[in-house]
């Protein structure tokens, strides 16, 4: 079933996307915990709360500004070509990072943080609009659960050395960062060229303009619209998850970074074993009923998950990791947490297969960069919910039940905007 992940046609673009995912969360979290406990940017007169929320900011917005262009290059031009060229300047903007650190430079790391979302914004659209021209119909199903749960883990490993690796200095966390971008140049290389869809596709550089045009084309078709707006929910839900387990572990477990690694530990590999289980059950058709049967299950275990928030006392902040996973009655907790992240993969790699499969080959990298446009929507959108639902209520039980409930909300959405959710399987195979 997976056996074209080890030809040249799919792990060159996986290592690349994967050490991409990796270091972007490697170089994000070894700041903010620079900035958070070892003073990083006390010279700046901002508190480390706020450099920590400007560099969110810095790391989303090219999202919002250049995902337009990005698919507009991606549609003109050999997308390997432009998966190298993106990778050489990583390896260009880590060194840049590198004098940052060393000089104590606060807003030189802020630049290179934003410099890395356009890394990001530029190879969104390549990594999924490549896979339908690197496999085989009866393989894209499959590929897209790999890249999937490979992100996810990505990001997982990324959060996880990001934090640790700061205990080892400045010049450890360079040598890393600058390595892992040297891998991923490298592995670039071995991507196969691929034709330019339209060599006539004009790059639009008026930012407000060519996203307005990307948007209202993505929106007239229905099922890209339905899976943008799917796939954007997912982040959306992923994002509050993700960001809300440390405060989680902070309230209930034990003030420990390590119990928040093992909880998003467990939300990631729920998401990996979702996604190729998705795969595997497909048979490589596109079934569809499974984003029904994901959002089911997320909005399940998300009320069973927000009950048992509801029942828990506030943590002994001496609380460690070991005592925690010695004590029974938390696997409950992290069954819980491993089913959310397995329905998950099951509610989103049918929707960016739909994505690519509903997308004409010359429109197919401007539908990626629009459902990237509204991925980081979604997830700005999420953070002003979270912060309002725990501004009145204090409570995550209750943001963790809204999320839940909103399932329901979207899939009635979706199946509004395009009925073949209610139950299309494509009959042939993809």
């Known amino acids: 079933m997976f056996a074209f992940a080890r030809t040249r046609r799919f792990a060159p673009l ?16 070894s700041l903010v915990t620079l900035i958070s406990f070892y003073g990083l940017g006390k010279e700046s007169s901002l508190r480390p709360e706020m450099l920590v929320a400007i560099s969110t900011l810095l790391l989303v917005l090219p999202y919002f500004l250049f995902s337009s262009i990005s698919g507009q290059m991606s549609t003109r031009w050999n997308k390997a070509s432009i998966a190298r060229g993106v990778k050489i300047g ?28 356009i890394h990001s914004t ?42 640790i690796m700061v205990g080892g200095g400045i010049y450890t966390v360079i040598a890393i960062i600058v390595l892992v971008a040297a891998l991923g140049t490298y592995t670039s290389m071995y991507m196969p060229a691929t034709p330019p869809q339209d060599p006539t596709q004009k790059i639009q550089l008026n930012i407000w303009a060519s996203t307005r045009d990307l948007l209202k084309k993505a929106a007239a078709i229905a ?40 909880l998003l530990a467990m939300f990631s590999i729920g998401i990996g074993i979702g996604s190729i289980l998705c795969a595997k059950i497909s048979h490589n058709r596109l079934n569809l009923r499974l984003v029904l049967v994901g959002a089911a299950g997320m909005s399940i275990v998300g009320v069973l ?35 959310i992240g397995f329905f998950g993969g099951f509610f989103s790699v049918p929707l ?9 080959d010359t ?14 929507l979604f997830m700005v959108i999420g953070a002003l919910i979270s912060m309002a639902v725990l501004f009145v209520s204090d409570s995550l039980g209750l943001l963790f039940l809204l999320l839940a409930l909103g399932n329901i909300g979207v899939i009635y959405y979706l199946t509004r905007i395009s009925p073949d959710l209610l139950g299309r399987v494509h009959d042939e195979e993809v």
């Open 305 to 339: 998950l927000a009950v048992h928030t509801f029942g828990m006392p506030p943590a002994n902040p001496t609380t460690t990791v070991w005592q925690f996973l010695s004590d029974g009655s938390h696997y409950y907790l992290l069954l819980l947490l491993v089913l």
């Open 223 to 262: 099922p890209i619209k339905a899976s943008i707006i799917g796939i954007s929910w997912f982040w959306l839900v992923g994002s509050i998850y993700t960001a809300q387990l440390s405060t989680f572990a902070k309230h209930y477990l034990g003030d420990s970074e390590a119990l928040f690694s093992v």
């Open 14 to 29: 996986f290592g690349t996307q994967f050490l991409g995912a990796f270091n972007d969360n490697l170089f994000k979290t």
């Open 363 to 376: 429109f197919r990298a401007q539908a990626v960069a629009a459902n990237n446009i509204i991925n980081g």
């Open 90 to 117: 990583e390896v260009l903007i880590m060194l840049l990072a590198a004098y940052g650190f060393i000089t104590d430079s606060i807003w030189v790391l802020m630049g290179c943080l934003f410099l890395m979302g």
């Open 122 to 163: 530029v190879f969104g659209p390549v990594k999924y609009a490549i896979l339908p021209e690197y496999l085989r119909p009866n393989e894209l199903l499959s590929g897209n659960s790999l890249i999937e749960s490979g992100t996810f883990l990505a990001i997982l490993f990324g959060q996880i050395i990001g934090a």
């Open 352 to 360: 960016y297969t739909w994505l690519q499969t509903s997308s004409s």
